[in-house]
């Protein structure tokens, strides 16, 4: 049955720390300098750090070391390329040879001087040092939160139309890329029921990644792969390519045709809500699932044989106690032989309670791709859709005839680059905001807080 409370929006953000007003929140208002009217931080030196003071309660020390390596100026850090200049490991980590000689609060920043026989002054922008600020951490701009959906995703799916995501402004494309980070899918209406448009819409977020099935693949159920997607067999909800070391991130599907026969409907579900449904009511079952690795394979190709370069390869991945991917797909496990024998039993049961809760009509989002599915209240041409593989689990009813599918898989890098790109353009951060006037070469800055 449902469970209520967990059918709402969740932040999968590690941090805890209570988020305080600060020049890194977001804003939609012109570049604006990091101080204002205001007093500056206080600054000065001590045997090994530099200590600022935002006021008089809150402080932030940095190491010597530290602020030298991370100068940007254009003999430290190239502008264009945006790569190191200095090489680190000359400089020395102890007084006098990286003791600053003077730092001041300046309105643009923190300046500070270093002694050398060729006088070297560094600028810190004051947003960058308080995003960067490790002693003590500082509150952060979260990531996005990630929506966590079930069933009734039905009445409302992410959706976005064929000219939006095709619009040369990439306007359009932003919507969709940040649906997908949002939700884990998104449809698109409207696309031509072509291969070629299908391989033009997957390459406007990247190169396609090319796997043992080809690069851009279009097939029917003909058992051309040794895979039983090329079959006309039903397909429980499943991660593509859990058998890769890094599998493959997003996942593009258009149906093409369907002609002579009925059934293929296709499954969504979203690894993550079911994830969190299995913490709550389930914890034992969770610790075991995201702790325990499971093999998996390929091995229906005679060309081909693969299994994973790592042993980590857990149904349910954290870093830093946050659940960041979900890989399952049980046709391809292979032999569990890296159990504790009290573990083999109580694994089992707890893959049972995953299956059940995947299983259940609160998790499962059923779509037919074809002309005038209904979507929310419209009727559109849902053909075409895609999902973070590394998310949200898909798969397929069982059917007749002829069904066409064509697609491809995008890696995630290339995924998450287009993203962030998007993003700098559309609704670039503080730091990049407060930095874009003096600081930008070749359309970014070198104070960006991915550098």
Known sequence: MPHAALERRVNFSTSSLKATPSILAPSRNPPQTAIQSVELPTSRIDDRKVVLGWDTATYSRF???WLRDHCRCSQCFHPHTK????????????????????????????????PSSQPHTSLYPWSWLRYNSYDPPMARL?????????????QSPP????????????R??????????????????????????????SRRIGFIRETQYGTFWDFTSDLAKGDTAYTTLALGAHNDTTYFTDPCGLQ????????????????????????????????DAYELLSTISVPTHAAGEAGALFTPNTRNTPILKHEAGS??????????????RDLQPDQVEPWYDAIRTWY??????????????SPGTAVGESLCLILFFMVDNHRVLHGRSAFDGKRRMCGAYIGTDEYRSKLAVLTEKFAADAVSRDTAATATVNGRSVWHPAL
Not at 94 to 111: A, D, R
Not at 325 to 336: C, G, I, M
């Open 83 to 114: 790569q190191r200049l200095v090489n680190t490991f000359e400089v020395r980590a102890h007084p006098p040879e990286i003791k600053p000689t003077h730092v001041e609060s300046k309105p643009e920043g923190l300046e500070v001087r270093w």
């Open 142 to 154: 979260k990531p996005p939160e990630k929506i966590l959906w079930g069933s009734k995703i039905l």
């Open 323 to 336: 659940l960041v991917q979900v890989r399952w797909n049980n046709d391809d496990r292979s032999v569990l």
């Open 63 to 65: 190491h010597h070391i």
């Open 252 to 283: 593009l599907f258009h149906l093409l045709e369907h002609t002579g026969g009925t059934g293929g409907a296709t499954l969504l579900v979203d690894g993550f809500y079911v994830a969190s449904i299995l913490k709550e009511l389930h914890p």
């Open 356 to 369: 059940k809760l995947l299983t259940s009509p609160d998790s499962e989002y059923w779509v037919q791709l």
């Open 172 to 201: 359009g494309l932003f919507k969709w890329l940040s649906e997908v980070d949002r939700f884990g899918f998104c449809f698109i209406s409207g696309v031509p029921a072509t291969p070629e448009a299908t391989e033009e819409l």
């Open 159 to 170: 959706t976005v139309t064929y000219e939006e995501a095709m619009a040369p402004d990439d």
